[in-house]
T-cell receptor, first 114, second 112 residues
Framework: GAGVSQTPSNKVTEKGKYVELRCDPI?????LYWYRQSLGQGPEFLIY????????DSGLPNDRFFAVRPEGSVSTLKIQRTERGDSAVYLC????????????FGPGTRLTVL | GNSVTQMEGPVTLSEEAFLTINCTYT??????LFWYVQYPGEGLQLLLK?????DKGSNKGFEATYRKETTSFHLEKGSVQVSDSAVYFC???????????FGKGTRLSVIA
């Protein structure tokens, strides 16, 4: 049984560039979460999908960040005009609905903005 | 808003020592409480959880008891091993697939 996978594992980009980070949740999990973990900090919530729709995007820091999940499975986190402060590990997690509150995490994508 | 506060690390212990990592929370209602662990080079893994007051979560020799009166969920292990070296995160959420709220993490180093 495959767990949550994320690609790429590492991404280095230049300030101002656009990046996409991909998450493949566990098959059958309807809930999908994106978190961001800065160095020395705990993960911070960005956005949560239930099926195809964003149920809560209150954690997105600004309008440069956007995420989609068009078919209710794979999700892509998109960051426009990247800034050095966007450098972090981006984590994806999924959970089984309904009512389950255990989230399973992927290995993360380490984003470095030069 | 909801928040989680953990004791600051790093914590360095000798093998077979007793471990306590303190965690307190601020939340309305009755959240579920979790400890996640992040081993070097690996992703976050659920270590244990408790979903209501006085529940005790346990796994791999680790334990934590949900104490509503003190809003705490301290992690304990009677005898740590070198392989327990990792970063430990306390977290809370509510039922219904709400996001997790994490503490800042506590790095544990166990030396032989």
């Amino acid at each position: 049984g495959a767990g949550v996978s994320q690609t790429p594992s590492n991404k280095v980009t230049e300030k101002g560039k656009y990046v996409e980070l991909r998450c493949d949740p566990i098959s059958g999990h309807t809930a999908l979460y994106w978190y961001r973990q800065s160095l020395g900090q705990g993960p911070e919530f960005l956005i949560y999908f239930q099926g195809t729709g964003a149920a809560d995007d209150s954690g997105l820091p600004n309008d440069r960040f956007f995420a989609v999940r068009p078919e209710g499975s794979v999700s892509t986190l998109k960051i426009q005009r990247t800034e050095r402060g966007d450098s972090a590990v981006y984590l994806c997690a999924s959970s089984l609905n309904p009512g389950a509150n255990e989230q399973f995490f992927g290995p993360g994508t380490r984003l470095t903005v030069l | 808003g909801n928040s989680v506060t953990q004791m600051e690390g790093p914590v360095t212990l000798s093998e077979e020592a007793f471990l306590t990592i303190n965690c307190t929370y601020t939340a309305t209602g009755y959240p579920s409480l979790f400890w996640y662990v992040q081993y070097p080079g690996e992703g976050l893994q659920l270590l244990l959880k408790a979903t209501k007051a006085d529940d005790k979560g346990s796994n791999k020799g680790f334990e934590a008891t949900y104490r509503k009166e003190t809003t705490s969920f301290h992690l304990e292990k009677g005898s740590v091993q070198v392989s327990d070296s990792a970063v430990y995160f306390c977290a809370l959420t509510y039922s219904g697939n709400t996001p997790l709220v994490f503490g800042k993490g506590t790095r544990l180093s166990v030396i032989a």
